[in-house]
């Protein structure tokens, strides 16, 4: 009886045990997915603000794949917003106390166009901390500036974990965005009553709206009115043809960037009927009104590792400009897009509507294409066997093992592996749907140039990324040269990363520019 009783107990202990190791939270692999998502304390899209208005924003981490808990070692992000239009309230970035974790708040990054606030959290004792499926990781606030009507976009970025041996871990689906319209109300006008704009229109209101000086006087054939140019303080300038016109006249405007620029949004008070004319938006039209118009624009600038605002990924003092202007075969044909979650506003514009519209990469719809998921070997060799030109093998015949016969990819795989382009991860294997990394990437862009027997000039004149030790031995010299041609760059604080994931927006604007090099 004693030896049953014992038999039962040391049972029911295993069960227990067994009980408590499985309920543990398990920690962040790559099978565990987030969405780090930007809200706001207004609704609306976009959100509709005025000067002096203070939103506040707040940072939730959600746990999408299970409504499991996980365990945390740390985490890091970063919120960029347009530094012309917000600035940061003092002393309201705030970091909620997390279980056995805490929060290392970093000054905010301040460059001429746009302000990088870091939020990080480490665990104290470094065994990290079990954490709920969903949680609020920072809040901050941000007071609209002075100036004229714009939209622009606040977005976090680079929202990464750490694991239990510090490795970074980029386990996430979504990094949110919130779109945000600055309207600069103005008095209400009597358009035919300067001297008194605020009574509505009365009997001895002059006739002529457009002229204070001589109110009785209707608009004359002769009369023409001025193009105020507010021109960017970097960047570029903006040239218009006419510098008066009078009304019912088309007036063109044309943007000459400086390197490394790209058009945000354009701006044309008092005109109706403004629009780009061509693809690149660095040239537009309007008919002159019976008024004078005040015209601009803001500019952005872009880092070799496709980032904004100078606030880019890489330590290059000279970029690559972007690929604004069409090139290569100049009988290929081009497909109008319109992808709605890559709206002109965002960084990666140019480069996905360069890719696109010449049927190099496709969207995951006619109207999604998806820029923050991150891309697989698969889509990543795909894309640059269409950017070759090459005809295409019909089916894959060779040692890898994991080609389905019918797979949209398997002709590319049959290209790039008989080229030299890519090895696949084993003798027999290619994993086509993991992840491609970032020195995979570089690898082959590298060996596609190559492959084309081109020299890469060198625009880049960076030190070396402070983690270069951790790259792979076969992907030294390819991460070196794509850093040289400004093609692919690190991040803010000096390194590579070169097992981190690039989202398809990132991996884009490294082939778009390697394109346009090749191309030139």
């Not at 203070?54 to 960029?80: C, H």
């Amino acid at each position: 009886m004693k030896r049953l009783f014992s038999l039962l107990l040391a049972l029911f202990m295993l069960c227990m045990l067994s009980a408590t190791a499985y309920a543990r939270p398990l920690p962040i692999d790559d099978s565990v997915v987030f969405a780090f998502n930007l809200e706001a304390d207004a609704v609306g899209s976009p959100l509709n603000v005025a000067p002096g208005d203070v939103i506040d924003l707040t940072v939730t981490v959600q746990r999408i794949d299970s409504e499991d808990s996980f365990t945390m070692y740390a985490m890091v992000y970063e919120l960029v917003y347009d530094s012309d239009c917000f600035e940061l309230v003092d002393d309201s970035a705030s970091m909620p106390a997390l279980p056995s974790h805490q929060a290392f708040p970093v000054p905010p990054v301040v460059f001429s166009s746009a302000t990088i606030v870091n939020f990080g959290y480490s665990s104290v004792d470094g065994r990290g901390a079990s954490m709920p499926e969903s949680f609020v990781a920072g809040t901050l606030q941000l007071k609209v500036k002075e100036g004229p009507d714009s939209q622009t976009t606040v977005f976090l970025r680079n929202c990464s974990f750490s694991t239990a041996n510090g490795m970074a871990v980029y386990a996430t689906q979504s990094e949110g965005s919130l779109t945000i319209a600055i309207e600069n109300p103005q008095e209400p006008i009597d358009p035919v009553d300067p001297i008194d704009p605020i009574d509505p229109v009365d009997p001895v209101d002059p006739v002529d709206p457009v002229d204070p000086i001589d109110p009785i006087d209707p608009p004359q054939p002769g009369d023409t009115y001025a193009i105020i140019i507010n021109q960017p303080s970097i960047g570029g300038t903006i040239a218009s043809s006419h510098q008066r016109a009078a009304a019912g006249e088309t007036v063109t405007l044309t943007v000459r960037l400086d390197n490394s620029y790209i058009i945000n949004s354009w701006y044309v008070h008092e005109a109706q009927d403004f629009a780009t004319t061509n693809r690149a938006r660095t040239q537009g039209s309007f008919t002159m009104p019976a008024r004078d118009v005040t015209v601009g624009v803001t500019l952005s600038r872009i880092s070799s590792g496709g980032n904004i605002g100078g606030t880019g990924s890489g330590s290059s003092t000279a970029p690559v400009p972007p690929p604004t202007i069409d090139i290569g075969d100049p009988q290929m044909p081009l497909t109008e897009v319109n992808f709605a979650d890559v709206p002109s506003s965002h960084w990666a514009y140019e480069y996905v509507e360069y890719m696109a519209s010449r049927g190099f990469v496709q969207g995951r719809s006619d109207t999604r294409f998806a820029p923050d998921e991150l891309i697989t070997r698969a889509e990543f060799i795909t894309i640059l066997a269409r950017m070759s030109g090459e005809v295409l093998p019909d089916v894959y015949a060779g040692p890898f093992t994991d080609i389905p016969a019918g797979a949209y990819y398997a002709g590319a795989v049959a290209w790039g592996s008989a080229n030299g382009i890519t090895s696949g991860t084993s003798e027999t294997a290619f994993t086509p749907s993991r992840n491609i990394s970032r020195q995979e990437i570089a690898t082959m862009l590298s060996r596609y140039a190559t492959y084309l027997e081109k020299q890469l000039p060198k625009q880049v004149d960076a030190p070396m990324f402070t983690d270069f030790d951790t790259v792979s031995e076969y992907a030294n010299e390819a991460v070196l040269q794509m850093q040289s041609a400004g093609i692919i760059g690190g991040y803010p604080d000096g390194t590579f990363r070169p097992r981190a994931n690039a989202s398809r927006s990132e991996s884009i604007k490294m082939m778009a520019v390697l394109h346009y090099l090749i191309a030139q």
